[in-house]
């Protein structure tokens, strides 16, 4: 695992952050209308793009771990076959990518992250989670964000095991946000008591990111 205050600093790094920097993408427009599938400034794509900062980890079963820590009743360290039985769920969305694509209609299936919730019963103090990769990346957002109905610690796609590329073996998914908030190579979900900027958020990106709102850039 990399040291996750200087993860890799690629081309697409700096130009994200310049993005940022100058407000790309952004129409001005901020309402959400019930009827409206596509957020504003996105287009429709039906292949699947990768994005990450460069680094792919190759993590095998029997290495994998995901750690909960923090603001929780009880801590819980799974392996894969702890993981694999928990509750299983499926969930059909839709992705939302900063850079401005959209993908329907993904299949998912893994744990729900209400059905986690469950098991480790954040304390009254947990306001936000900080999540941390296999690859460095980190990312945070509110828990109520992360508790949602559609959110899932998703292992396949599609019926067929997530790749490498698109975080396999586990990632998380939180549809309703931009997709930077969905880690992929997820191996730890830290309940704090405040929020705590991750790596895009560090890097001119939103505390947020709602993709309806075009939570895009700190600022917006
Ligand atoms: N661990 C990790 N998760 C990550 C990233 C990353 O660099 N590392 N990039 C994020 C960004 S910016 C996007 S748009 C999505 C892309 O997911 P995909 O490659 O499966 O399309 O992953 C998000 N999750
Ligand atoms: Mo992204």
Not at 125 to 148: I, K, Q, R
Request: net charge neutral.
């Amino acid at each position: 695992m990399t040291d996750d205050t200087h993860p890799p600093e690629i081309k697409l790094t700096k130009t994200k952050r310049r993005w940022a920097a100058d407000g790309k993408f952004l129409t001005g427009r901020v309402a959400r209308p019930q009827d409206q599938r596509l957020p504003p400034g996105q287009h429709i794509v039906k292949d699947w793009p990768v994005l990450d900062l460069g680094q792919q980890p190759v993590i095998r079963p029997e290495n994998w771990r995901l750690d909960i820590t923090g603001q929780i009743e009880h801590p819980l360290s799974l392996d894969w076959v702890g993981f694999k039985a928990l509750p299983q769920s499926d969930r059909l969305s839709d992705m939302h990518c900063v850079t401005t694509w959209s993908r329907y209609d993904n299949r998912w299936q893994g744990v729900a992250t209400r059905d986690l919730l469950d098991q480790v019963m954040p304390k009254p103090e947990a306001t936000h989670v900080l999540l941390t990769s296999y690859d460095g990346y980190t990312t945070n957002m509110p828990l109520a964000d992360f508790a949602a109905e559609d959110a899932i610690l998703a292992t396949d796609w599609e019926g067929q095991p997530i790749s490498r590329t698109h975080g396999g073996p586990m990632r998380l998914v939180v549809p309703h946000l931009y997709l930077w908030k969905s880690a992929k190579w997820l191996t730890r979900i830290d309940f704090r008591a405040g929020d705590m900027a991750g790596f895009w958020e560090r890097n001119g990106y939103h505390m947020r990111g709602d993709p309806w709102r075009e939570e895009r850039y700190s600022g917006d």
